[in-house]
């Protein structure tokens, strides 16, 4: 009956109190004292309450003075001192007047041992790391398992067996495909359409033993993983079948069709479809599903890094086919070439708005009909890929321009200037480029221009130097929330650009970092794993960049999503009026871990020659 | 159970007459019958009296406030009703949440039109309390506090007169009112100041601060003393004494 309804109101929207029950809610608020600060007051560091920021600005500095953080609504302080009993030596200063709310240390604790996520949220929060704790989850449909789905039944058959043996007892046990086993281990996997395209088809005889037609050291997976990670498991390397290990050992088979079944709405053919079309249009048509296919990872919550390979995936063999297409139009190629892919796509993170950044390295000079060979293939391809949803590169990085269909030697020259002789304007145009990777034609030809750039980018003090800087020109908005950073797309619509402010800052680090070490991955994550494995960079910093880099592509690939579904156009401006309370923190989190790797990159990579 | 006739038809004549319920009404006699009775100085007012008011000479941060806000049946003390109260308490500064208190008061009438108001329905009013019950409590509570109140003349006013009629004596009242300071505030930096300028509302959102649901009296009090701790920390005066705030709250 005595409860403030402005302050109820307030922390039921409010994480983590939003995640109590409604009437406690009510009965805490009698817990709560609210005071005025005004701006330049400092709030008293020996208090050992929760404070938690209802408006205005507060500064946090750190004991030499800088600025570590800017608190606004929603935010809090002192849970430090309420959770280790010792006092940490920042200082808070308000900013802009502001009102908090003080819970006194009892209330505090006895929601902490009464709630576990209340709990979980302050420990996180204090201890820096990304509190990536999901909301409850209320649909497990999102996260099967492979064990939920498959019949522990395993259909077994020895590698001396005879292929009619193999037919009979797929027959008698009606399944499509068989496990492959020498004393107990699995050596292999025979599948009908095996029995179809290497036997019959090549006029074997029946008595031709499995252990000739089958499928050695095939893929499979363990009976703990998701279902989703088959599914990426299966479009990326394009199969229908997989062996699941318990401990090792098989113990089952799941196939596409199982999948199928249990989340009826994955075209999870749809790689096999693309490669299967003999016109532009029809792969036009293909692609019309790649939208379904990413609502449908939306829903089921596939983490957007798995999203983006298989996004990524798809664009790999629509540019694949596209250009075997081209090859049936123009006929055969007059020389061995590499089609290469700049970029997000060269990372595997792909988004669904990105558009082309593509080239062609040639083993000859184009010159003569070599030239006007490649100059039409390259115009089909990328013409091609434009009707197929991904967008023409509005900065000309593809293959079709004339500058970007070089040779080796070419190429060679190009990166060299770039790297011998840097300078930031050209930097930073370039830095795109130093993120490639072959998307078909020969992998040797790029091999070959891959060593020589990293031959080049080693220990190359003054070109680092100037990626550096390059990296470090933008930076992570710190208080954006008060809207001084957010920025306009053009169509009159403001907003925080996810990928300018936040996904480029992280993969522009990494990238110097790799190119520092010569490290071939091109994939951020796998580039910030291998750093971590040769020691580069510390292990706790990597999982910090890691974290950061899932959360943001996260929050991009959910509003992406959501935009599709909305039949919105799709665009990188967060409105962070949109947020929820958990996400707000997340991303303060992310854009700290940034400034915090910025820091490391210029006191590793700039310092006076 | 059904009614008998007769006592449908009371109920009939009571509802013509715009009168509540049996319990209401027996609330109403027995109102009355206080009036009637003039009860002598009772012990709250002497108890209240007694204590010394607020030393004026005090820091504003050692004040204990008590910001008041009431609702009620029309603008008249002396012929309208209290409908609810509603207080908070603001300590070292501080506004004390566990020490707020709003309560639902029991009018001898219906609440009628100003229920569109306050949103105090008579079917609320069940829950509701007697006043002298209530203002007993208040005054015994906070002898010696400051009162603070928005436009406090309705809150001055209509505690008066409630606490004549059922005390048979006023207390020595004071309030700080924080309508006044905004007026002065606004006056200083040489605005015309309107009417709607000076309204509850418009104060908030004039020092960003959070608004609320109004004319609910807890609701109120709580926007009221936002308001207070947002004036002193604006006076920019760590030394600012109770009377300083006396003579900045003056018209």
Redesign the interface.
């Given at each position: 009956?005595?409860?403030?309804?402005?302050?109820s109101?307030?922390l039921a929207h409010t994480t983590p109190f939003n995640q109590l029950p409604a009437a406690q809610i009510s009965r805490l608020?009698?817990?709560?004292?609210?005071?005025?600060?005004?701006a330049q007051e400092l709030v008293p560091a020996e208090t050992n309450r929760l404070l938690i920021v209802?408006?205005?600005v507060f500064s946090l500095y750190s004991d030499q003075q800088q600025l570590l953080a800017k608190l606004q609504e929603g935010d809090f302080y002192g849970y430090q001192r309420l959770l280790t009993e010792l006092g940490d030596h920042d200082q808070l200063r308000c900013e802009e007047?502001g009102?908090v709310y003080?819970l006194d240390q009892q209330s505090f604790h006895q929601l902490r041992h009464q709630f576990k996520n209340f709990d979980i949220f302050f420990q996180r929060l204090f201890s820096r790391r990304l509190h990536q704790y999901q909301e409850q989850q209320h649909n497990n449909r999102f996260t099967l398992k492979i064990d939920d789905i498959i019949h522990h039944r395993k259909v077994t058959i020895a590698p001396e067996q005879n292929v009619q043996t193999a037919a009979a007892l797929m027959t008698e046990q009606r399944v499509s495909s068989l496990l492959v086993e020498e004393q107990d281990k699995l050596v292999g996997i025979v599948t009908d359409r095996d029995l179809r395209s290497r036997v019959l088809a090549k006029d074997l005889p029946a008595s031709t033993q499995v252990c000739q037609i089958m499928t050695r050291q095939p893929h499979h997976i363990d009976r703990h993983a998701y279902l989703f990670e088959a599914v990426q498991l299966m479009s990326r390397h394009n199969i229908h079948h997989l062996p699941v290990m318990d401990n090792n050992v098989s113990c089952s088979m799941i196939t596409a069709t199982d999948i199928i079944r249990a989340q009826q709405d994955h075209p999870v053919y749809l790689i096999g479809q693309i490669h299967r079309q003999q016109t532009v249009d029809g792969l036009e048509q293909c692609s019309l599903q790649i939208k379904t296919l990413a609502i449908v990872m939306g829903k089921q919550q596939v983490p957007a890094a798995e999203a983006s390979h298989i996004l990524t995936t798809l664009t790999d063999a629509l540019t694949q086919r596209l250009i075997q297409l081209a090859q049936i139009k123009l006929g055969n190629a007059p020389c061995v070439f590499s089609w290469l892919a700049f970029g997000s796509q060269a990372r595997m993170d792909q988004s669904l708005n990105a558009d082309q950044d593509n080239a062609l390295l040639l083993e000859k000079e184009p010159v003569a009909e070599i030239a006007d060979y490649f100059q039409a293939l390259a115009e089909f391809v990328c013409q091609g890929l434009a009707r197929c949803g991904v967008k023409l590169c509005p900065g000309n990085i593809m293959a079709s321009n004339d500058e970007l269909r070089l040779s080796l030697k070419g190429w060679s020259t190009r990166f060299a200037r770039w790297i011998g002789t840097p300078t930031p304007a050209a930097l930073l145009n370039a830095s795109i480029y130093f993120d490639l990777r072959v998307i078909e034609g020969s992998r040797g030809l790029f091999n070959a221009l891959q060593q020589d750039i990293l031959a080049r980018t080693v220990n190359n003090d003054l070109f680092l130097l100037h990626m550096a800087h390059t990296a470090l020109e933008r930076t992570a908005p710190l208080g954006f929330f008060k809207n001084f950073i957010l920025e306009p797309d053009g169509h009159h619509k403001q907003g925080l650009d996810l990928k300018k402010r936040g996904i480029s800052l992280l993969t522009d680090i990494v990238r110097v970092y790799a190119l520092s070490a010569g490290i071939t991955q091109i994939n951020t994550r796998a580039r910030l794993q291998q750093l971590a494995k040769l020691q580069l960079i510390e292990t706790k910093q990597m999982q910090n960049l890691l974290d950061a880099f899932d959360v943001l592509s996260q929050l991009r690939f959910d509003k992406h999503v959501h935009e599709l579904q909305q039949d919105h156009d799709v665009t990188n401006l967060l409105d962070p009026a949109h947020l929820s309370g958990l996400q707000r923190h997340q991303l303060k989190d992310c854009f700290n871990v940034i400034n915090a790797a910025q820091q490391s990159l210029r006191y590793r990579f700039c310092r006076e020659l | 159970m059904p009614l008998l006739p007769n006592q449908r038809k009371v109920r009939k004549w009571l509802s013509r007459l715009q009168l509540p319920d049996w319990r209401t009404l027996a609330q109403q006699l027995n109102f009355s019958r206080k009036l009637t009775l003039k009860v002598p100085v009772s012990d709250i007012i002497q108890q209240f009296d007694k204590i010394p008011a607020a030393d004026p000479r005090l820091n504003i941060a050692d004040c204990r406030f008590v910001v008041i806000d009431i609702e009620t049946t029309g603008l008249n003390a002396k012929t309208d009703y209290i409908v609810s109260i509603g207080w908070v308490v603001i300590q070292a500064q501080e506004i004390v949440l566990a020490n707020a208190k709003h309560h639902l008061i029991a009018t001898p009438v219906s609440v009628g039109q100003s229920a569109v108001f306050h949103g105090v329905h008579d079917h609320h009013l069940t829950s509701a309390r007697d006043l002298s019950e209530v203002l007993s409590e208040f005054l015994s509570d906070f002898a010696g506090a400051v009162f603070v109140a928005h436009h406090a003349n309705i809150e001055q006013q209509f505690i008066t007169v409630a606490c004549q009629r059922l005390f048979g004596k006023a207390p020595k009242l004071r309030f700080v009112d924080t309508m006044a300071l905004e007026w002065q505030r606004l006056q200083q930096h040489g605005k015309v100041v309107k009417n709607q300028d000076l309204q509850l509302n418009a104060c908030l959102q004039r020092h960003h601060l959070p608004t609320s649901q109004q004319h609910h009296a807890l609701a109120d009090a709580y926007s009221c003393a936002l308001l207070l701790l947002c004036q002193l920390k604006q006076s920019r005066d760590p030394n600012l004494q109770l009377a300083d705030l006396y003579k900045m709250a003056k018209m």
């Amino acid at each position: 009956m005595s409860e403030i309804s402005e302050v109820s109101k307030f922390l039921a929207h409010t994480t983590p109190f939003n995640q109590l029950p409604a009437a406690q809610i009510s009965r805490l608020t009698r817990h709560f004292t609210v005071y005025y600060y005004q701006a330049q007051e400092l709030v008293p560091a020996e208090t050992n309450r929760l404070l938690i920021v209802r408006t205005g600005v507060f500064s946090l500095y750190s004991d030499q003075q800088q600025l570590l953080a800017k608190l606004q609504e929603g935010d809090f302080y002192g849970y430090q001192r309420l959770l280790t009993e010792l006092g940490d030596h920042d200082q808070l200063r308000c900013e802009e007047d502001g009102l908090v709310y003080w819970l006194d240390q009892q209330s505090f604790h006895q929601l902490r041992h009464q709630f576990k996520n209340f709990d979980i949220f302050f420990q996180r929060l204090f201890s820096r790391r990304l509190h990536q704790y999901q909301e409850q989850q209320h649909n497990n449909r999102f996260t099967l398992k492979i064990d939920d789905i498959i019949h522990h039944r395993k259909v077994t058959i020895a590698p001396e067996q005879n292929v009619q043996t193999a037919a009979a007892l797929m027959t008698e046990q009606r399944v499509s495909s068989l496990l492959v086993e020498e004393q107990d281990k699995l050596v292999g996997i025979v599948t009908d359409r095996d029995l179809r395209s290497r036997v019959l088809a090549k006029d074997l005889p029946a008595s031709t033993q499995v252990c000739q037609i089958m499928t050695r050291q095939p893929h499979h997976i363990d009976r703990h993983a998701y279902l989703f990670e088959a599914v990426q498991l299966m479009s990326r390397h394009n199969i229908h079948h997989l062996p699941v290990m318990d401990n090792n050992v098989s113990c089952s088979m799941i196939t596409a069709t199982d999948i199928i079944r249990a989340q009826q709405d994955h075209p999870v053919y749809l790689i096999g479809q693309i490669h299967r079309q003999q016109t532009v249009d029809g792969l036009e048509q293909c692609s019309l599903q790649i939208k379904t296919l990413a609502i449908v990872m939306g829903k089921q919550q596939v983490p957007a890094a798995e999203a983006s390979h298989i996004l990524t995936t798809l664009t790999d063999a629509l540019t694949q086919r596209l250009i075997q297409l081209a090859q049936i139009k123009l006929g055969n190629a007059p020389c061995v070439f590499s089609w290469l892919a700049f970029g997000s796509q060269a990372r595997m993170d792909q988004s669904l708005n990105a558009d082309q950044d593509n080239a062609l390295l040639l083993e000859k000079e184009p010159v003569a009909e070599i030239a006007d060979y490649f100059q039409a293939l390259a115009e089909f391809v990328c013409q091609g890929l434009a009707r197929c949803g991904v967008k023409l590169c509005p900065g000309n990085i593809m293959a079709s321009n004339d500058e970007l269909r070089l040779s080796l030697k070419g190429w060679s020259t190009r990166f060299a200037r770039w790297i011998g002789t840097p300078t930031p304007a050209a930097l930073l145009n370039a830095s795109i480029y130093f993120d490639l990777r072959v998307i078909e034609g020969s992998r040797g030809l790029f091999n070959a221009l891959q060593q020589d750039i990293l031959a080049r980018t080693v220990n190359n003090d003054l070109f680092l130097l100037h990626m550096a800087h390059t990296a470090l020109e933008r930076t992570a908005p710190l208080g954006f929330f008060k809207n001084f950073i957010l920025e306009p797309d053009g169509h009159h619509k403001q907003g925080l650009d996810l990928k300018k402010r936040g996904i480029s800052l992280l993969t522009d680090i990494v990238r110097v970092y790799a190119l520092s070490a010569g490290i071939t991955q091109i994939n951020t994550r796998a580039r910030l794993q291998q750093l971590a494995k040769l020691q580069l960079i510390e292990t706790k910093q990597m999982q910090n960049l890691l974290d950061a880099f899932d959360v943001l592509s996260q929050l991009r690939f959910d509003k992406h999503v959501h935009e599709l579904q909305q039949d919105h156009d799709v665009t990188n401006l967060l409105d962070p009026a949109h947020l929820s309370g958990l996400q707000r923190h997340q991303l303060k989190d992310c854009f700290n871990v940034i400034n915090a790797a910025q820091q490391s990159l210029r006191y590793r990579f700039c310092r006076e020659l | 159970m059904p009614l008998l006739p007769n006592q449908r038809k009371v109920r009939k004549w009571l509802s013509r007459l715009q009168l509540p319920d049996w319990r209401t009404l027996a609330q109403q006699l027995n109102f009355s019958r206080k009036l009637t009775l003039k009860v002598p100085v009772s012990d709250i007012i002497q108890q209240f009296d007694k204590i010394p008011a607020a030393d004026p000479r005090l820091n504003i941060a050692d004040c204990r406030f008590v910001v008041i806000d009431i609702e009620t049946t029309g603008l008249n003390a002396k012929t309208d009703y209290i409908v609810s109260i509603g207080w908070v308490v603001i300590q070292a500064q501080e506004i004390v949440l566990a020490n707020a208190k709003h309560h639902l008061i029991a009018t001898p009438v219906s609440v009628g039109q100003s229920a569109v108001f306050h949103g105090v329905h008579d079917h609320h009013l069940t829950s509701a309390r007697d006043l002298s019950e209530v203002l007993s409590e208040f005054l015994s509570d906070f002898a010696g506090a400051v009162f603070v109140a928005h436009h406090a003349n309705i809150e001055q006013q209509f505690i008066t007169v409630a606490c004549q009629r059922l005390f048979g004596k006023a207390p020595k009242l004071r309030f700080v009112d924080t309508m006044a300071l905004e007026w002065q505030r606004l006056q200083q930096h040489g605005k015309v100041v309107k009417n709607q300028d000076l309204q509850l509302n418009a104060c908030l959102q004039r020092h960003h601060l959070p608004t609320s649901q109004q004319h609910h009296a807890l609701a109120d009090a709580y926007s009221c003393a936002l308001l207070l701790l947002c004036q002193l920390k604006q006076s920019r005066d760590p030394n600012l004494q109770l009377a300083d705030l006396y003579k900045m709250a003056k018209m």
